[in-house]
């Protein structure tokens, strides 16, 4: 320990505790330290470091907890594990590419950490009480609609119109999938904010659609930049994905008109909508116009991905090919989810869940803003949603940030591979929502770093 390179700025806005931690972690990961070693006790580090004991103990429950170290009674602290590249401790999380991290700060996860499980236990087993069914409900199930129609009332401000049905889907990429489809044909435009949601981008052009970027600005997706000769738009007017901007009000009015007066569909895709906690949301682009939106959400991000369902609003004539369409390939929804969400919304544990995440999100995202702005990064997006984006000026630079964190066990998204068209914004989105609030200050420290360090020497 006397010869790790461990220096404290007492000057710097990030506590001495964290400073130490990441130098420490730094130290394992490079190989200064090793598994199995012993650290010095917290006087005698206090002691050779002149700092505050204080300090160092905060410093050892944070490295505790996160599963760098452990303490043998009557021996002192050591090093659980310190592999020479990269930390692959107890409770790393196993991701679906195969990748394990040990934070993972990439968007678009939901915050799991705020349900409370007593209600989620009793949501399954309402649902595993239900009899075996013998047919399928191409729409969905009855109470799931129930359910989801009143939580859009509620919490969204979509009203019954006698033309207009409510139907199941099995998220957002499946909904747009079947929307390309029997919404539009082979070789049909379609407009996409650029950068933008790449699983849309997929779905549209497995259905042999032809896909258009149209940039986006502080405002969202700009109308003025629509093509000629589209047939339909998809944007995400609250919380636009990843850049973060919230459409405002008088550029909704802009793009219903433009859809009007072209004759063409807006695919809204409200996929964290009720993650609004500073302001109240605007009007949904449906409520503008009903005849001309289908509006698609999801529960994968306010409540769970285990569910794997969401929901479609849309005029009678659309949702009435929607379910012929699934009874002619023989597709609908999985029930189970259906079943889930609406035993958890029955009984009002939702709107508890979604007052507990507003609560709760704020200030996740007050402690990543705070620390990444410690380390001079500008941080973008409203304040709304669940990640917040640090722009870099080039290419290299992120990937360079993205890598330099993949070392200290933290996955970032990085804008680049968002875009449809040429690459022109550089950086990354950093999620706040999955990471377990008591180390997420640890993850953004290491990214910021990272981040701060590749805008330097890039």
């Known amino acids: 320990m006397d010869e790790l390179p461990l220096t404290l700025d007492r000057d710097a806005s990030i506590p001495l505790s964290r400073q130490l931690a990441d130098q420490l972690r730094a130290a394992a990961v490079r190989g200064l330290l090793r598994g199995g070693d012993?650290?010095?006790?917290?006087r005698e580090l206090a002691r050779q470091l002149a700092i505050s004991r204080t300090v160092v103990?905060?410093?050892?429950?944070?490295?505790?907890?996160?599963?760098?170290?452990?303490g043998r009674h009557g021996s002192g602290t050591?090093?659980?594990?310190?592999?020479?590249?990269?930390?692959?401790?107890?409770?790393?999380?196993?991701?679906?590419?195969?990748?394990?991290?040990?934070?993972?700060?990439a968007p678009g996860a939901p915050c799991v950490h705020t349900i409370d499980r007593a209600a989620w236990r009793r949501a399954w087993r309402a649902a595993g009480d239900r009899a075996p069914a013998a047919?399928?409900?191409?729409?969905?199930?009855?109470?799931?609609?129930?359910?989801?129609?009143?939580?859009?009332?509620?919490?969204?401000?979509?009203?019954?119109?006698?033309?207009?049905?409510?139907l199941a889907t099995s998220g957002t990429g499946a909904a747009v999938g079947e929307l390309a489809h029997i919404l539009l044909r082979?070789?049909?435009?379609i407009a996409i904010e650029d950068p933008g949601y790449l699983r849309?981008?997929?779905a549209l052009r497995d259905g042999g659609i032809e896909v258009v970027p149209v940039p986006v600005d502080d405002g969202g997706l700009r109308v003025d930049r629509i093509p000629a000769g589209v047939r339909a738009v998809y944007c995400t007017p609250a919380h636009q994905f990843p850049l973060g901007a919230r459409m405002p009000a008088d550029r909704r009015v802009e793009l219903v008109e433009y859809a009007r007066r072209h004759d063409i569909w807006i695919i809204e895709d409200d996929y964290d909508g009720e993650l609004r906690y500073d302001s109240a949301p605007l009007p949904l682009l449906t409520t503008l116009a009903p005849d001309r939106v289908i509006h698609l959400g999801t529960t994968s991000k306010t409540l769970s991905t285990t569910l794997g369902t969401g929901w479609m609003v849309t005029t009678g004539a659309v949702a009435a090919v929607v379910r012929r369409y699934r009874e002619t390939t023989g597709t609908c929804p999985p029930p189970a989810g259906q079943l889930v969400f609406a035993a958890f919304a029955r009984g009002g544990d939702l709107a508890r869940h979604l007052r507990r995440l507003r609560r709760d999100m704020p200030v996740r995202r007050a402690l990543t803003v705070d620390g990444l702005r410690a380390r001079g990064l500008e941080v973008i997006g409203d304040h709304a949603g669940s990640h917040v984006v640090v722009r870099l000026g080039?290419?290299?630079?992120?990937?360079?940030?993205?890598?330099?964190?993949?070392?200290?066990?933290?996955?970032?998204?990085?804008?680049?591979?968002?875009?449809?068209?040429?690459?022109?914004?550089?950086?990354v989105a950093i999620g706040y929502a999955a990471v377990p609030r008591e180390v997420l200050g640890t993850a953004v420290d290491i990214a910021a770093g990272c981040l701060a360090e590749a805008a330097e020497s890039v």
């Open 38 to 42: 012993r650290l010095p006790s917290s």
């Open 57 to 70: 103990i905060a410093t050892y429950d944070q490295l505790h907890a996160e599963g760098w170290i452990a």
């Open 78 to 105: 050591y090093l659980t594990a310190a592999p020479a590249t990269r930390p692959e401790p107890t409770g790393a999380q196993a991701l679906s590419d195969g990748e394990s991290v040990r934070y993972d700060l």
């Open 135 to 166: 047919h399928k409900r191409r729409a969905g199930e009855p109470e799931y609609l129930a359910m989801v129609t009143e939580h859009l009332l509620r919490h969204r401000g979509v009203g019954p119109d006698h033309d207009t049905a409510v």
């Open 186 to 189: 082979p070789g049909d435009r």
């Open 200 to 202: 849309a981008v997929g």
């Open 394 to 427: 080039s290419a290299d630079a992120e990937a360079t940030a993205i890598a330099a964190a993949r070392e200290y066990g933290v996955r970032l998204d990085g804008l680049a591979r968002h875009h449809i068209g040429p690459r022109h914004t550089f950086g």
